[in-house]
């Protein structure tokens, strides 16, 4: 492979990576175990729906 050939490794991703490790400060802050919890949350409620029904 010639030296001026781009491979395409990391060099295509490189904006994308830029893009999202910027955060901003007035986005909706959600803390991680509060997604998990509200998941399995919700599968509880729907096995719980599908049991009665």
């Known amino acids: 492979m010639?030296?001026?050939q781009n491979s395409g490794g990391l060099m295509s991703s490189a904006g994308l990576v830029?893009?999202?490790?910027s955060e901003d400060?007035?986005?909706i802050q959600i803390d991680p175990k509060t997604?998990?919890?509200t998941g399995v949350m919700i599968g509880v409620?729907?096995?719980l729906l599908t049991f009665v029904s």
């Open 35 to 37: 997604v998990i919890a």
């Open 18 to 21: 830029r893009y999202f490790d």
């Open 2 to 4: 010639d030296k001026g």
């Open 45 to 47: 409620l729907v096995q």
């Open 25 to 27: 400060s007035r986005a």
